[in-house]
């Protein structure tokens, strides 16, 4: 099972950009590159929501709410996938976890919490 953890998060205004990392420390390229890594967050009170996702054949696809706000991207080398997050709204408020699958298999980080704030 890949470990992963998630950094990045903090506080912000409204109409503010964060940038999200969720890094697979001790786990080898190859088993890195076999899972399909995603993005989720829960805010309180709510369940846990998709908010993007890298596909099976390579593609992207984000939630409604974040369409053209968010960007999901990753760096094979150092085993880590981003979340740029722009424009953001006091509705992206939430712990924001990292999601990793091969499709068999699936792990979870302990979660980064974003609060976009005045």
């Known amino acids: 099972q890949v470990r992963l953890v998630e950094s990045g998060g903090g506080l912000v205004q409204p109409g503010g950009s964060l940038r999200l990392s969720c890094a697979a420390p001790?786990?080898?390229?190859?088993?890195?590159?076999?899972?399909?890594m995603g993005w989720y967050r829960q805010a309180p009170g709510k369940q846990r929501e998709l908010v993007a996702t890298?596909?099976?054949?390579?593609?992207?696809d984000y939630a409604d709410a974040v369409k053209g706000r968010f960007t999901i991207s990753k760096n094979n080398s150092r085993k880590t996938v981003y979340l740029q997050m722009n424009s953001l709204k006091p509705e992206d408020t939430a712990v924001y976890y990292c999601?990793?699958?091969?499709?068999?298999?699936?792990?979870w980080g302990q979660g980064t919490q974003v609060t976009v704030s005045s």
């Open positions: 890298f596909t099976s054949d390579g593609g992207t």
């Open positions: 999601r990793g699958t091969d499709g068999s298999r699936e792990s």
């Open positions: 001790g786990t080898i390229l190859s088993t890195f590159t076999l899972y399909t």
